[in-house]
Structure formats: C-alpha cells, structure tokens
C-alpha cells in the first residue's frame, strides 16, 4: 500500500507543527524520517495512524483520500503503529497483551509470529517481568497479528543491542521486499544509511528539500571526527577514581559481578550495555541510589601513589554526599530518568535548573543563561513537563556541566536527541573532560566511541574492556 501525505498542516496553541507537509511513502521499501527534535516526526506519524487529525491536507492511500477519526480507524486500514514506550499491560501475560484488541484470534498466526520475534520469550510471562527490549518485541509482535500493510516505528533501536538491531531490520527487509511499507522514526544516521531506501528529513513542520543524506550527515557528525587536543595540569596532580572488585546483587533487578574499572581526569570512561545486563545496578551505584548489600572498593589517587580516600563498600556507604563532601569531588550527575530522577514535571524551569546553585538572589537570571545555552525557547517561569524530552536532556545536561566538575557521570546522555543535538553535547563533554573533568559515561547505544579514552562493554553483569 502506497501512502502520500498532502499539504498537511497543523497547529498547536497558535504555533505551527506541521506546514504544508508532503511526503510520498512506497509500498516494499523501509522510509526513514530523520529530523531535529521538534522537527513534526511524531506528529507526522500521530496524523498517519489517526491519533491526530490535520487542520488541512490530505491522507491519501494508493491514491484515495482517506479521513481517520480514530487510531481504530487507521488499523482496520492497515496501518500499525509501533511506539518507543510500548503501551502493554504489565498485568497480564504476554500472550493475553497479544489479544488485546484482536476480534478472532487465530492462534495458528499468533504462534506464527511468536516464533519469529519472541522466540526467547514464554508467552505466559507476565510483561511486567519483562525488560524493554522483549516489550518491545511483544509489541511488533502484535502489530504484525494486525496484518499491516503500512508499519510505523518510533526509534524501535532504542533500547536494543547490535545484534538485536541486525535481527530487527533483517526481517524488516525481509517483509518490505514483499510489500510491506516501513516507515521508521529515527536519529540515528548510522541506522538510516545502513537499512532506509528513502531518507526524509524534516525541518520546523516541512520536508527540508535539496539536502542529501551526505551533506546532512557531513553537517552533523563533524564535530565527531576530531577529539580536543587540550593537553592537562602536570601528571603528579592527575586524580583517579577506581572502583575495585565491585559486586551488587539487587533483588529486583541484574547483578553486577566482581567489575573493574577506572578514569582519570582529563578522561571519557564508556561503558556500554543495556539495563537488563546491569547497567542501570552500576547507574544507581555510582549515583548513590543503590540501597542493596555490596562488595569492593572504591578509592581516589592523586598522581601515581597518593591516597586521597578509599571506601571498603562491604562496611561504608557510598553516596553523592560523599563524593562531594568526604572526597571533596565535585561532582554532576545527568540520570537515564531525566523527567522524575533530574527534574519535575510540576516544578517550574527555573526551579529545576537552580535547585543546586548557591546564589538564590539570581536564580531567574541564572536560568535563562543556562536556558539560553541549550538554545530553548522557553520561560524559566513555565513548567518542566512543557519540555519535550530532547529539550529536557539539554537542560540538565547544561545545568550539570556549568560549573566544570571534577566528576561527571552521564547515564544516556544523548537519548531523545535528534543527530545535531547529539553531536553538540558529545563534543562538549569531550571539551569538558579536556578540561580536566573525570567523565563516566553509562550508555545502550551510539555514543561515538571515537570520543573516548577507555571503553568497556557490559554482558551478564559482567564488564570486559574493548579492545
């Protein structure tokens, strides 16, 4: 099925979203939709499966006019819409989320699709206990029980590892080459280059035309092609963090086992992986939000051989309070969680961006500098749960830099950023480390490894440095 979006416009509270839009999507191939945060991606994509209706335009599908009322609508049509978030109910079993909606199940069909997408999974799993990659799955899974002819994917990579990308898109191909048409949300230009027949790039609620993916990604990616070479204060002054043997066994999430790892000042420490191998066990640790038993040793050197502090984890707690205050490390921390672990939905900007700064007389002027420094249009007087997610990331990420820390620990630093955004923040936490920042970096996925001095994956809850 052939889909063409027409002249389509949209406008929220006076300001346009999307403006005369065109776009042609052709049966049997995979479309990629690239574009800044608040581009009109989503919204293009809530339009297409009936979730939102244009003020003007026309949805055309292999040339007829067609008017959706409902997402219901748009599925009885072919059209499926698979979110980032899955929407799935986590008290029911896997197999009974893929019935939800389907009028006559065929169970011939529901076996059929299981076996190419949940093969590891047991339909009788509550999702509940399912991590974010297997929901995501689920939810393909009963997207494709729909018989789509038009399949939308909301950045569907971004809690996968490689391997489970080259899984997904294989089979994507796979079904385009018979007729699907895949339309496919996504920052990743890596991604788009790899698996897309088309690349559409939208700019403020238009196709941005005459613009080729070459000179998009030469745009986006120069500043990850060089690090800074800004040389650091006298090596005898260096500090080191290490963290020693390190073992956590949370009851309700993966375990870390016996982990070695270690950076300097001046350096980017990468660990890669996914939550369900432990990552976010080492984010609530190194965030002071683990609460469960532990093993290890964390200490802190100046130079080669000056002991600084050293916490045995078995007896002493370790938290932010003392890092800050017993280490005396500045320190900021940017969370995967920046809507409730970062901020507040119901805070205001300026609340949250001058929670931690000590001139109170200036917090209004404070946070428009930092507001003006993530280059976001928005008061510090309005609420944070006005910000898109992208914006947010700025935010926090601006507010905990500011004041060159010492420490820096980044949990998903570039996700929800569109390709621009993601390659600004990355060249500047390589400027900060220049400046002699100590940088941790917990990321699932994309995070330009040519940025970094040391790089270690996570498998199992086990950590193995890259070579």
Not at 188 to 211: P, Q, R, V
Not at 447 to 458: A, G, M, Q, R, V
Request: proline share 3%.
């Amino acid at each position: 099925m052939n889909l063409e979006l027409k002249d389509i416009s949209l406008s929220f509270s006076h300001k346009a979203v999307l403006d005369c839009l065109n776009l042609q999507f052709s049966q049997g191939q995979i479309h990629g939709l690239l574009g800044e945060n608040g581009a009109g991606k989503s919204t293009t994509a809530n339009i297409i499966c009936g979730e939102l209706k244009p003020q003007k335009g026309q949805i055309l599908l292999d040339g007829k006019e067609v008017i959706f009322n409902s997402p219901k609508e748009a599925i009885e049509h072919g059209i499926c819409y698979v979110h980032q978030r899955p929407m799935l109910s986590e008290s029911l079993t896997v197999k009974e989320n893929l019935l939800l909606g389907v009028h006559k199940p065929d169970m011939n069909k529901i076996q059929q699709e299981a076996d190419i997408w949940l093969k590891d999974i047991n339909l009788k799993t509550s999702v509940k206990k399912l991590g974010q990659d297997s929901r995501f799955f689920v939810s393909l899974c009963g997207a494709f029980l729909r018989n789509p002819k038009i399949l939308i994917l909301d950045e569907p990579t971004a809690l996968l590892n490689e391997a489970q990308r080259e899984f997904l898109f294989t089979n994507l191909q796979k079904l385009a080459e018979n007729g699907l048409n895949v339309i496919v949300i996504t920052h990743s230009i890596k991604e788009a280059k790899n698996y897309c027949n088309t690349i559409s790039f939208l700019e403020n609620g238009h196709l941005k035309e005459d613009f080729s993916l070459e000179e998009f990604s030469i745009k986006v990616e120069t500043s990850v092609k060089e690090k800074e070479s800004d040389k650091l204060i006298n090596t005898q002054e260096i500090k080191q963090l290490e963290f020693r043997n390190i073992t956590v066994k949370p009851s309700k999430s993966p375990a870390i086992n016996n982990i070695n790892f270690s950076v300097k000042q001046g350096q980017i420490l990468l660990i890669q992986g996914l939550a369900e191998d432990g990552l976010s066990t080492i984010e609530n640790l190194l965030t002071g939000m683990s609460t469960e038993k532990k093993e290890g040793t964390i200490i802190l050197r100046q130079g080669a051989e000056k002991l600084l502090h050293s916490i045995n984890l078995k007896y002493e707690p370790f938290n932010t309070r003392i890092l800050r205050n017993k280490m005396k490390l500045s320190t900021g921390i940017v969370p995967t969680d920046k809507k409730f672990r970062g901020s507040n939905p119901d805070l205001t900007i300026e609340q949250i961006l001058t929670a931690g700064n000590k001139d109170q007389k200036n917090t209004f002027s404070y946070a428009k500098k930092l507001i003006s420094l993530s280059n976001i249009n928005i008061t510090p007087a309005e609420k944070a749960k006005n910000l898109s997610g992208g914006m947010l990331q700025r935010l926090i990420y601006n507010r905990e830099i500011i004041s060159s820390p010492e420490l820096l620990i980044l949990c998903q630093p570039l996700q929800g950023l569109d390709s621009s955004a993601a390659s600004q923040i990355s060249s500047s936490i390589r400027k900060t480390a220049s400046k002699g920042s100590m940088v941790i970096v917990l990321s699932s996925r994309d995070f330009p490894e040519e940025y970094c001095d040391k790089i270690y994956n996570l498998k199992n809850g086990k950590l193995q440095e890259a070579q």
